[in-house]
């Protein structure tokens, strides 16, 4: 008999059929009766003075109920850290980025309250912008925010073993400045929501990623306690990180108008509004220094980062956090220094995407280790082979590896007939690299960490099965439920997910981070084993034998060893809830992988709970003579411990694949002075079906201790693995390293014409 | 405001539409078809895509006051939960959905695609689905998905 009945099969999505019908409904589908529609009024200017807003002409525009400004919040401000809570629900004082909210109207459909919007007249001084990081640090340059350093938003200094030792003890140092792009999350569907404010507290149907985030901002501006707030989660058009997994100005004032009107209120962004306001990943810098023995062994790497942030701090500091403490793996790393720094411009957010952190300085540290290795004529393989993890593995920061796929993950991709195409493309352009990647899984932050789940027991012996993590697209809910029905020995359409209502849900730190599978998968096993646990006390009382020895499984319970002693699920339950007693039978679980704290200040110890390890390959054909590169091919040799749905994986991998890709080939913000020049889906071009590599995905199976059934996370390594491939099989097809992302056309044009001279 | 006819999903409807009305907006919010999704709002990513007088079009991007006198289909005519279209049949299969918002365009795009080109190659599927943007995905299980309808199609004698 096979171990498991529906943990790692390839079972559809639970809500497949909801979304292949259209009947999911998502935030902007929702309404209620006497809803109003809420817009905000944008700054066109990235730093400006506000002098005086007249919003008279506006209030008494008919259809108009409502209108805001920033200082109807009283100064409440929000932010990752209470020493960094700088950002106003809208601008107050002065506008720092384009677009930037300034006030808002509330009126009785969305014509009027964007004609009305356009009513509110607004002085400003515009004031001198800094728009390129470095010249923000300058002494004498702009300040964004006032009493703000040299536009130092965050710093950070990781120092571990002796790199200065290390360097004199290489056979080869070298030092090199590489770039990561402006670029961003790119989910289709915009933020949105609808608010109502009424006696009871506030309801909000929103488009939220990590909905208890937005419960917990809603609890502080409005000042009510946490059991007023009720954040219910409709279908979620994907996340990825940053602008959904935080509150938005929307948000905000949608309540604040729903509590003076009576009303609910509801909003939806544009797409020029997510282009232009919207957080994006972090642009970097990365002065990267790497040392290397003559045999390839890996002996020391120094970086300093700045990290352009924007105009406030976000999330920006474990930004920087995870771009230094990821960049010990996933190779053996004996001496490493980091300096980061994170600094205030006039331009929109840097928040967190998928692969947070360590896109931009594992792209750095990997190019440059490849570099070195060409240098000493060792191969791309060898070098990667040489220095790669295995486990179990301490970092010298003390990341601590149990499982790792990573050689067995190169040797695969070794014995492919890709690889053996690399260094073969002559002058057809054509070109194969390689590279390798680690994220983490699990992610921890300071506070609050743990996953919880509820199992309701019904009477006829279904499920309803309650948790706070949220499915924005990656199938966590389908996974989940696998799960619950796996422990208690049921069917998939047994188990009820309900999603997110904070009134009725167990608290949920949120989706970000690879957290959910790994830490809500293990609250959910542990809820589905206290089900277990009180029904076999009614089993036992019925066949007066020990509960322990009773066994649940095909939708029945039964005395282990005697078959005999058996009854369907339905009738126990029955037994249990109804007949019998009227028992509740309620099962809780919590996570407890991975709580012990880590060292913030120096960097030290685990920010995640696992360890995921990607190798990869990328077939490039680069036009010589226009610069124009597109990927082919690509091969994924994937450890995320077992694959929990190998179906759900090998696609999480595969968007995750076509994200990191648009990152290196195509997506970019053109700013000019603070302004998006690009904000439209055909200028911020991201990929198509018609620009897509062929991707297969292999797995590499491990038994990861710290995950349910050996689980590890899927998708955030892959973003970091894609740019490095791309790029190695970019030189390998054109001869030329690129060291600044995205690597466009004209980039490569450029460079080619360069190489010729 | 102007009085126009439309067959929609089979169905005829009498409507009185604004003359900046899009048939998006007619679609959603007259209608209560909400299965036809706003992206852009711009005719860039196809998620608002149906099928006018047999045509996909981006419904963002016609006027209501067009549609008078034509036949549309959105995802809500393609086929139900309890009749799936083996579009639709082959996306729940074979992963065709991740967090589902381009998902009714792509199917409806999906299903034009076959009714015009019953046997299409993998490089015709791509093209096919240029008009429709997917950020979750990366394409691979939705052109899976559509190779899989065809052959779905093909075997029940309906292409």
Known sequence: MEKYSVIGKSVPRVDAVQKATGDAKFAADLSLPGMLWCKILRSPHPHAKILNIDTGQAESHPGVKAVCTGKDFGGWTWGFMPQTRDEPPLAVGKVRYQGEGVAAVAAVDEETAEEAAQLIRVDY???????????????????????????????????????????????????????????????????????????????????????????????????????????????????????????????????????????????????????????????????????????????????????????????????????????????????????????FTNHPVGAAMRGHGATHTRFAAEVQMDIIAEELGIDAMEVRLKNAVTAPHETINKVTVKSCGLTEGLKTLRNTELWHRRGKGGASGRGVGLSAASYLGGARQLGHQSCAAVIRLCEDGTVNYLTGATDCGQGSDTVLIQIVAEEMGLRMEDVSIKRVDTAVTPCDPGSYGSRVTILAGMAAQRAAQDVKSQLAQFAANEWKVQPGDIEFRDRKAFVKDRPELSMSFEKLSKIACYSRSGAVIIGRGYSQYGLERYDWDKGLGNPGTSYSFTAQLAEVKVDLETGVARCENTILAHDCGRPLNPLNVHAQNQGGTVQGLGQTLYEEFLMDQGITRNASLTHYKMPLSTDVPNIEIIDIITQDPDGPYGAKEASEGCIVSTPTAVVSALKDATGIWFKTLPVTPEKIYWALQKKKE | ???????????????????????????????????????????????????MDGVTVNSCLVLAAEADGKSIVTIEGVGTAEKLHPVQEAFVKHGGSQCGFCTPGMIVSGTYLLKKNPRPTEEEIREGLAGNFCRCTGYTKIIESVEAAAKMMGEGGDS
């Open chain 1, 125 to 343: 001084e515009e004031l001198p912008g800094v728009f390129d990081p470095e010249e923000a640090m300058k002494p004498g340059a702009p300040a964004v925010h006032d009493h703000v350093q040299n536009n130092q938003s965050w710093e950070f200094h990781m120092d571990f073993g002796d790199v200065e030792r290390a360097f004199e003890e290489s056979d080869i140092v070298r030092e090199d400045r590489f770039e990561t792009g402006r670029v961003m999350t790119g989910y289709l569907e915009p933020p949105a929501a609808v608010a109502q404010y009424d006696s009871n507290g506030i309801t909000l149907w929103g488009a939220k990623q990590s909905p208890y985030f937005v419960y917990r901002h809603m609890a502080a501006c409005f000042n009510l306690p946490l059991n007023k707030i009720r954040i219910i989660q409709p279908f979620i058009g994907a996340g990825f990180g940053g602008t959904k997994n935080d509150s938005v100005a929307g948000d905000f004032c949608s309540v604040l108008f729903s509590k003076r009107t009576g009303r609910p209120v509801k909003f939806v962004y544009n797409m020029e509004e997510v282009l232009k306001t919207a957080r994006r990943r972090h642009n970097f810098i990365i002065h990267s220094k790497m040392g290397m023995k003559k045999d390839g062994t890996l002996m020391a790497i120094q970086q300093k980062s700045i990290a352009e942030g924007g105009a406030y701090t976000a999330i920006g500091p474990l930004t920087l956090y995870l771009s230094g403490a990821l960049t010990t793996l996933p190779y053996k790393l004996p001496n490493f220094r980091y300096d980061a720094y994170r600094i």
């Open chain 2, 1 to 51: 405001m102007k009085h126009i006819e439309i067959t929609i999903n089979g169905k005829r409807e009498e409507l009185d539409v604004a003359p900046s009305e899009t048939l998006l907006e007619m679609i959603r919010e007259k209608l209560f078809l909400t299965g036809t999704k706003e992206g852009c709002g711009m005719g860039e990513c196809g998620a608002c895509t149906v099928v």
